[in-house]
């Protein structure tokens, strides 16, 4: 059964920094590219980028390019979010989720994280 | 980016009845090699993650009752409950993967009328 699980919530202050991360199991780790999928709240699914865990070939949605660095352990298959500095408005829920194709570059998502509450507060 | 827009944003309907929603985008995302509609939806219901439905525009995920249908192409897209369910209640959220810049559409909340 393929399952990513994701850490728990998160409470922080702007200026923090933080790492957050999805473990897979069950499937080929380095084989499906994974992408995080911001929810602010009240809002829609915004895609921030996704990673190939294989070779760390990672995109990013522009408008969050340079505001988070996506990154991959292959060795713990692990896929993780960071931010250096954090502001108030990254408070969201951060979702991780696989895609559906081995071997595909970012298409749309099978299976998903069960989300990490990140709130930004002074 | 391709910009994907739903709608109606929100629809309420009777139990039983169906549910229509849209979604358009910006520009076509049917691949010529392979004809293809690089087009997702997903359903969120509040407190879980997000669950694929449907992929290719039309392709239903494993599992996912035959009541959910997805059709269209090129750049109009619909997703359809053919008659609607308590449990179904959720924000339905189209999704293109034409572009390696994945982009969702806003949203439509679906209620009980």
């Known amino acids: 059964e393929v399952q990513l699980v994701q850490s728990g919530a998160e409470v922080k202050k702007p200026g923090e920094s933080l790492k957050i991360s999805c473990k897979g199991s069950g499937y080929r780790f380095t084989s499906y590219w994974i992408g995080w999928v911001r929810q602010m709240p009240g809002k829609g699914l915004e895609w921030m980028g996704s990673?190939?865990?294989?070779?760390?070939?990672?995109r990013y949605n522009p408008s969050f390019q340079g505001q988070v660095t996506i990154s991959a352990d292959k060795s713990i298959t692990t896929a993780y979010l960071q931010w250096s500095s954090l502001k108030a408005s990254d408070t969201a829920m951060y979702y991780c989720?696989?895609?559906?194709?081995?071997?595909?570059?970012?298409?749309?998502?099978?299976?998903w994280g069960q989300g990490t509450l990140v709130t930004v507060s002074s | 980016d391709i910009v994907m827009t739903q709608s109606p944003d929100s629809l309420a309907v009777s139990l039983g009845e169906r549910a229509t929603i849209n979604c358009k985008s910006s520009?076509?995302?049917?691949?010529?090699?392979?004809?293809?509609?690089?087009l997702a939806w997903y359903q969120h219901k509040a407190g879980q993650p997000p669950k694929l439905l449907i992929y290719w525009a039309s392709a239903r995920e494993s599992g996912v009752p035959d009541r959910f249908s997805g059709s269209g192409s090129g750049a109009d897209f619909t997703l359809t409950i053919s008659s609607l369910q308590a449990e179904d209640v959720a924000v339905y959220y189209c999704q293109q993967y034409y572009s390696t810049s994945l982009t969702f559409g806003g949203g439509t909340k679906v209620e009980i009328k």
């Open positions: 520009q076509s995302v049917l691949y010529s090699s392979n004809n293809k509609n690089y």
């Open positions: 990673i190939s865990p294989g070779d760390s070939d990672t």
């Open positions: 989720a696989r895609i559906g194709l081995e071997a595909a570059g970012p298409l749309y998502f099978q299976h």
